[in-house]
């Protein structure tokens, strides 16, 4: 549950917890209008070799779909002052905007243009080398379940992967306790301009509990899109970065 010393976040992969639950029918999630985030669900038998869900899977399928709704809606409305949001800064070209509401969850949005396409921005994200820069507080990410991507349909994207996650976090600063998450974590492509997003939402994993001494955190939506601009020969992006915390 700790760093593994050099600086870097440790990642460790756990196989999959056994299932008391039978197969059933899967769930695709499917979004409706990407300008709006509208989501319904639908249920459709299983098809010859494709493997049963359990509730767990179908509820991190729902929570990942329901990520992206949030994302497009923060999206939507941070720039309406009326909706609760408000210019926070402007640093190194990059606006923030935050919103509090009253359940005590902290709004965060920041966005701005970079000299890079999508995938080297998702690379560059996603290597470990990089997660102790990134996120200085993260100690450890364990994977919990990795679910096939094909269990989470949302129109318009491609789901890549489709896993849950348990991160064990430093404290920020005295007197708050470290801090415990346990997710659904989806990659996925915007097939309509090549847009990639990486979402994470909080679920309740069976048996899965913060060690000792750590408070688990309530993550409504975190993660970030980078999309291409279409300027720059292919190489320049614009990306909006989210953080919905309680």
């Known amino acids: 549950g700790n760093g593994n010393g050099n600086g870097h976040a440790e990642r460790k992969q756990l196989p999959a917890p056994p299932s ?50 949030v994302l497009a809606e ?22 923030v905007y935050m919103s509090s509401h009253s359940d005590g969850a902290t709004w965060v949005l920041g966005k701005g243009d970079l000299a890079h396409a999508p995938p080297d921005i998702v690379n560059a994200m996603e290597d470990e080398a990089n997660q102790a820069t990134l996120d200085k507080q993260l100690l450890s990410s364990t994977v919990l379940r990795v679910l096939p991507p094909s269990a989470c349909q949302i129109d318009g994207w491609e789901v890549q992967s489709l896993e849950l996650l348990q991160s064990l976090y430093r404290s920020p600063a005295w007197p708050v306790a470290p801090r415990e998450s346990c997710v659904v974590k989806m990659k996925a492509r915007r097939a309509a301009d090549g847009a990639l997003i990486q979402v994470q939402r909080s679920v309740d994993v069976p048996g899965v509990v913060p060690p000792a001494g750590y408070t688990r955190v309530t993550l409504d939506c975190g993660g970030y899109e980078c999309a291409p601009t279409g300027g720059g020969g292919g190489r320049t992006s614009h990306m909006t970065y989210i953080n919905i915390l309680n």
């Open 20 to 69: 008391s639950v039978a197969p059933t029918a899967a769930v695709a999630a499917t979004a409706e209008g990407a300008s709006n985030g509208g989501l319904r669900q639908r249920r459709r038998g299983e098809e010859p070799g494709e493997p049963g869900l359990t509730d767990l899977d179908r509820q991190a399928v729902r929570e990942a779909a329901a990520a992206i709704e």
């Open 74 to 95: 923060a999206k939507s409305s941070h720039m309406d002052p009326s909706t609760g949001w408000r210019h926070f800064v402007t640093r190194e070209g990059v606006e």
